[in-house]
Each structure stands twice: as structure tokens, then as C-alpha cells.
């Protein structure tokens, strides 16, 4: 049974972070949804900027923190090890619906395209951004990143293993391509308003933080073995370093 409950855990977790993947698609893109990044400014723009800016850090802390092998060490004295990952999973999708649900429009224009030509390039750029990040995921081992795996085998009664280090396709040219979609799915948009820049801002600001956090796990975790995959492979631009086919992609065999 009380396997049997720690699937239905992760599984709900999956669901709930892959409902709020479907709605950033539409709250950021503004798409489809009832409320987006872009709606109409209800609150003084001070205000606005103060509980965006708390939205954000929040988000960001427990990215990073519960990212952290001494919170996940923490966490897991209390929980079963299978549900560290899905817990995780969990809050940052809650975190993230917090933000749709809180967010304050603030007005202001800072660059409109217009041509048709103009918003049919940024739109597939902004969708391309998005099936980067999912294609990624899938790359490294998908269901692993978001915590089905772990529950899965617990409910298996099988022991969880890391994944292999391995350098699949678009991690040969990046270490971290799934960085490089959020890039493309923050950044592309016909329309940028003053909350869009806040939101572009802060979030590629922590992502950047955020991969250097990354590292420091995975050299600790790897060793040498990524200190040379991070030498000859560049970060998020494709052409800066050279290229192999050796060592491992970032998140390859850590989840977070």
C-alpha cells in the first residue's frame, strides 16, 4: 500500500507540474488563457513590480534551494527517498500557479513588431523555445528530471540507479540546451511590456546563477569527467568551445 501511494504521489505531481507547463505556454505567450503575463495593468505599478519581484524570488529560492544535495539529505529523513524528486516536482509547480494566479500586469510598452512577417518569426521562435525545453528533457531521460522514474521503481520494488553518463545529440553542441529553450521562450515575443521585461529579466538572471549552482553539483558529483566536458563544450552558445563527444550533459545524471 504504501508503495502503491507514493506512485499515486509522483504521479499526481507529474500531472499538476504538466498542467502548469501547458498554462506558462499561454500565460507567457499570451495564449489561450484567462489570465496572461500581459493582461491589463489592475494594481500601481510600484505595487505590481514589489509582488512580481517576491514571485520570482520565491520561485527562484525553492528552485535552488531543495536543488541542493544537503536540503534533498534534509527532506529525505522525513519522506521516502522515491518522493524527494516529486516532491520537489510538486512545489515548484505550485510555486509556478501561485505566480500565474498573483502576477500583476504593469502596462507600458517597450517594443511592439507589427509586420506579420515580424510576429510569425517570434512566435516560432517562442514555440521553438518551448519544444526545445521539452525535447531536452526527453534527451536526458524525462521522466527521471520530473520524479516518475524514482516512483516507479519504488513501486517496482527495484533500486533506483543514477543515469549513466551519456552526451546525447543536442548536448554536444551545449551543456545545457534546456537553458538555451527557456532563452528563446522568455525572450521572443511580438509584444514585450514592462512586466514581460521584469519577468525576462529576473529569469535569466537566476538561470544564469542557477547553472553555475548546476555545475558545482555535477563536478562534485562527476569529477573530472565534467570538468573536461565543460572545457570543450560550450555553455549556451553553440560555436564557442570545442566540441566532443565525451563526458556527460548537465543534468544528465543529477535531476535538478
Known amino acids: 500500500m504504501k508503495r502503491a501511494l507514493v506512485f499515486l504521489y509522483g504521479s499526481i ?5 504538466f498542467g502548469s507547463f501547458l498554462y506558462a505556454i499561454g500565460f507567457i ?3 489561450f488563457v484567462p489570465k496572461s503575463i500581459d493582461s491589463a495593468a489592475a494594481a500601481p505599478f510600484t505595487e505590481a513590480l514589489l509582488i512580481n519581484a517576491a514571485l520570482l524570488g520565491l520561485f527562484a529560492i525553492q528552485h535552488s534551494g531543495m536543488a541542493r544535495q544537503g536540503f534533498k539529505n534534509f527532506i529525505t ?6 518522493m524527494e524528486r516529486s516532491t520537489y516536482v510538486l512545489i515548484s509547480s505550485l510555486l509556478l500557479i501561485l505566480l500565474f494566479w498573483q502576477w500583476r500586469p504593469m502596462g507600458g510598452v517597450i517594443w511592439n513588431v507589427e509586420s506579420t512577417f515580424g510576429v510569425v ?7 521553438f523555445g518551448w519544444l526545445l525545453v521539452l525535447v531536452s528533457t526527453f534527451l536526458i531521460n524525462h521522466f527521471d528530471l520530473f520524479g516518475l522514474r524514482q516512483v516507479f521503481l519504488y513501486l517496482r520494488k527495484k533500486d533506483y540507479t543514477p543515469l549513466k553518463f551519456k552526451v546525447p545529440f543536442l548536448y554536444k553542441f551545449v551543456r545545457h540546451p ?3 529553450g527557456w532563452f528563446f521562450a522568455f525572450w521572443a515575443t511580438p509584444t514585450m511590456t514592462v512586466a514581460h521585461l521584469v519577468f525576462a529579466i529576473a529569469t535569466s538572471v537566476y538561470i544564469l546563477i542557477a547553472i553555475q549552482l548546476e555545475e ?3 563536478i562534485t558529483f562527476h569529477g573530472k569527467k565534467y570538468e573536461n566536458y565543460r572545457e570543450e563544450v560550450p555553455m549556451l552558445i553553440p560555436g564557442l568551445k570545442k566540441k566532443n563527444t565525451k563526458g556527460t550533459p548537465a543534468g544528465a545524471a543529477t535531476a535538478k
Open 77 to 82: 529523513r522525513f519522506i521516502p527517498e522515491p
Open 13 to 17: 505531481s507529474y500531472l499538476i507540474f
Open 29 to 31: 505567450g499570451n495564449l
Open 178 to 180: 534546456l537553458y538555451v
Open 216 to 218: 558545482k553539483d555535477l
Open 121 to 127: 518569426v517570434l512566435y516560432s521562435l517562442f514555440f
